[in-house]
């Protein structure tokens, strides 16, 4: 059972006992404020913050953190947040009460919500842990606590958790080098998600326990005696299987049975000083055959989160596979804390500025992500940047940079300078000419050709892999964008006002442009190009805005209409079905590609020049096309014009069966616009028709009666 006793106990082990006195004082605190409140499980909501916070003590983290694992609750339970935060900062100070802060942003993020909410979550908990990592130290410990917990929880619930933490949260472990806790994640993850695959796999690893640990033991006496005979000493051989997760993915990833998964245990050998990592690889090379590309050298070049070791397989004993990794004492324990090592307890002593730059890569991601927009977007960037496997390559200068696998020279470039990005024709790689699409791997030596005449293209976007190569790339189309958009809209405006004797150097003169803008709600004049070239506006909004009363004068009576219902149609067949988030008097357009109608999910598309095309959100089309010129769209309400849909009936080709369909529709008081039937050489009649209906519910019920009628097979919207 963990009490504040048994945690206060651990933390004695690496620090001094007045430095506990604020823990003491914190538990006090959340005794009286969690007094009454339980969790799912019927437990105290004081004992889920004390597990947490005996998780944080495990990793040796400073009394702070420990303080904020007891209250990293009390502001999400708090009744008043602000009063609550300001005892908070007055009873412990602000480092306690920013981790709980930033713990207590970040409680919602949800992966199966919808993209934009679930991007912004997301957003704060990277922003949130950017600026002191201990918050995210919360988060996991939280986390891992949650998930020894989800029995409590319905199924959907636990699906949704398990998700988000194989997604987020051992990623993100990972990336932080804490590898316990990035094992056990995975697998309460994985034992959650596929339970049958999870205990099938956990039944077989049981019994092949006793054969494992006969390896295990033959193994590493072995390793003892030959590391003994090189002269090695002091050093320590330990094997331990692999977790379940690692196991399930190398079967799903090579598609072979349990029984052949020969490396189930992963052995590591710590031994004093480098010099003896790289001698006992000597040894272990010379006992048994290396696996051709198995081997890593991370001494020398490290990963991001500061871990060091040299990973090596062999075809070991009994010509099984074998994974061995070597290192020092001091890699060992990075490797097992991870970042966590460096904000442990250091007797009192500010974080160092050495240990300030193991951040840089979690500052630099946010930095770059802060740029992407579009939610989609920032998550498959968050994705490329946590769950791709890295790969490490050098400078011409040999600095080591870090990308995900399966980066370009592109994403290269780009971690140089954007401008060198931007200008990059191709590059060499260890010596040899390579295409720009050409994916590194892992040592190779890299230098970038540019020239001033090269410029981003959009088929760029599907070659690199890094979130500031996109974040660039797309920088530099929108721009471009903008400036095609100005330029349009400057001639499109220019040319219509030309045909009534007006200029706009004239239009800035007398004045009435400014108020113009004030009034349409435009920073600039071109700003006002831009929604013209984009078909946001229609030149004919500006021709109506325009005073002084003179120039409306000057206009033929066409474009007065034009300029009032600049749609042409019925007001509220045309100008009022669809409203646009964040403009008005925009030209749009339902798409004959899918005809969406009232209770539609839609979508608009910018055009250039033509307004925006309304698609249903599920229109295949869309997919395919520039999701930066994507904008949002509703239907207005109380619509009461028609609206074409085109529907399919399968039927046996019988006689009468048109006039039947036709008085089946028109009976619907839906009108036929076009029909077209083909008849197969089984005697099934095709037919496709365009209707004028009143809405989705009208062409539903219609759908419905169709369906009924004799010797339809199926009736469906097209």
């Known amino acids: 059972m963990v009490t504040i006793e048994s945690i206060s106990e651990r933390a004695r082990g690496y620090m001094p006992e007045e430095d506990l006195a604020l823990l003491t004082k914190a538990h006090a605190f959340a005794d009286e404020f969690y007094s009454g409140k339980h969790r799912l499980s019927g437990r105290p909501y004081l004992y889920h913050a004390l597990m947490v916070t005996d998780i944080l003590a495990t990793m040796r983290l400073d009394v702070p953190t420990l303080c904020a694992g007891l209250l990293h609750g009390v502001l999400k339970k708090a009744e008043n947040l602000k009063e609550t935060e300001k005892t908070l900062r007055e009873t412990f100070g602000d480092d306690v009460t920013n981790i709980v802060k930033g713990a207590t942003k970040i409680t919602d993020v949800q992966f199966n919500s919808h993209l934009a909410y679930q991007a912004e979550n997301i957003r704060k908990l990277l922003l949130a842990m950017s600026s002191d990592i201990r918050v995210l130290l919360v988060k996991l410990a939280d986390r891992l606590h949650d998930m020894h917990s989800l029995q409590h929880v319905g199924r959907e619930k636990q699906l949704e958790f398990a998700q988000e933490t194989m997604e987020l949260y051992a990623p993100l472990a990972s990336r932080l080098g804490i590898d316990w806790l990035k094992r056990e994640l995975e697998d309460l993850a994985f034992a959650n998600l596929h339970p049958e695959e999870y205990e099938d796999l956990a039944a077989k690893v049981h019994t092949s326990l006793a054969d494992r640990e006969t390896y295990v033991d033959e193994v590493k006496a072995l390793l003892n005696q030959k590391l003994s005979e090189h002269g090695l000493k ?53 006992l048994w055959p290396p696996v051709d590309g198995r081997f890593k050298d991370f001494i020398s070049t490290p990963k991001g989160n500061m871990y060091q070791s040299l990973h090596t397989s062999v075809v070991g004993l009994r010509g099984e596979f074998m994974e061995v990794q070597i290192r020092t004492e001091e890699m060992d324990q990075i490797a097992k804390e991870g970042i966590a090592a460096h904000w442990a307890y250091k007797e009192g002593k500010a974080i160092t500025t050495k240990d300030a730059k193991l951040f840089k890569w979690l500052k630099q991601l946010v930095y770059t992500l802060q740029e992407l927009e579009d939610p989609k977007e920032f998550l498959d960037a968050i994705k490329g940047e946590l769950y791709e496997e890295e790969i490490f390559v050098l400078t011409p200068t040999g600095e080591v940079k870090e990308f995900p696998k399966g980066s370009t020279p592109i994403d290269f470039a780009y971690s140089i300078h954007t401008e060198v990005g931007n200008h990059c024709t191709g590059a060499k790689i260890n010596g040899i000419i390579a295409q720009l699409k050409t994916q590194l791997k892992n040592g190779d030596l890299v230098e970038i050709h540019t020239s001033p005449k090269q410029k981003p293209n959009r088929s760029w976007l599907g070659l690199v892999k890094t979130a500031r190569a996109k974040s660039r790339i797309r920088q530099w189309l929108n721009q471009e964008e903008r400036e095609r958009t100005l330029h349009v809209g400057r001639e499109i405006c220019e040319r219509e006002l030309k045909r009534h004797n007006i200029s706009l150097k004239k239009l800035i003169k007398t004045g009435h442009l400014k108020e113009l803008l004030k009034n349409i709600a435009c920073n600039s004049l071109d700003d006002l190009m831009r929604r013209i070239g984009s078909g946001k506006m229609m030149v004919q909004a500006l021709i109506k805005e325009l005073q002084p009363e003179e120039i409306r004068e000057t206009l033929p009576e066409d474009i007065v209409q034009e300029a009032a219902h600049p749609r042409g149609g019925r007001k509220q067949d045309r100008d009022n079905i669809i409203l646009v988030s964040g403009a008005d008097n925009v030209l749009t357009k339902i798409s004959h590609c899918c005809m969406p109608v009232p209770g539609d999910e839609i979508v608009g598309f910018i055009t250039s020049g033509r307004g925006i095309s309304v698609h249903k959100a599920s229109c295949p089309n869309l997919s395919a096309s520039d999701q930066q010129r994507l904008i949002a769209v509703n239907w207005a309400e109380n619509i009461k014009a028609t609206h074409r849909a085109q529907i399919q009936v399968i039927a046996r080709d019988q006689k009468g069966l048109l006039a039947t369909l036709s008085n089946a529709i028109s009976h619907d008081d839906a009108n036929i616009l076009t029909l077209e039937a083909t008849t197969s050489s089984g005697g099934i009649a095709k037919i496709s028709i365009i209707l004028e209906i009143n809405s989705r519910d009208h062409l539903f019920r219609l759908l419905q009666h169709v369906q009924q009628l004799d010797g339809v097979l199926e009736a469906r919207r097209t």
């Open 234 to 286: 002091q050093f320590r051989v330990l094997g331990r299987p692999k977790h379940l997760y690692s196991i399930y993915k190398k079967l799903v990833a090579q598609n072979i049975p349990f029984e052949r998964v020969y490396d189930k245990v992963a052995f590591r050998i710590i031994v004093p000083s480098v010099k003896e990592c790289y001698e006992a690889l000597g040894i272990i090379h010379s």
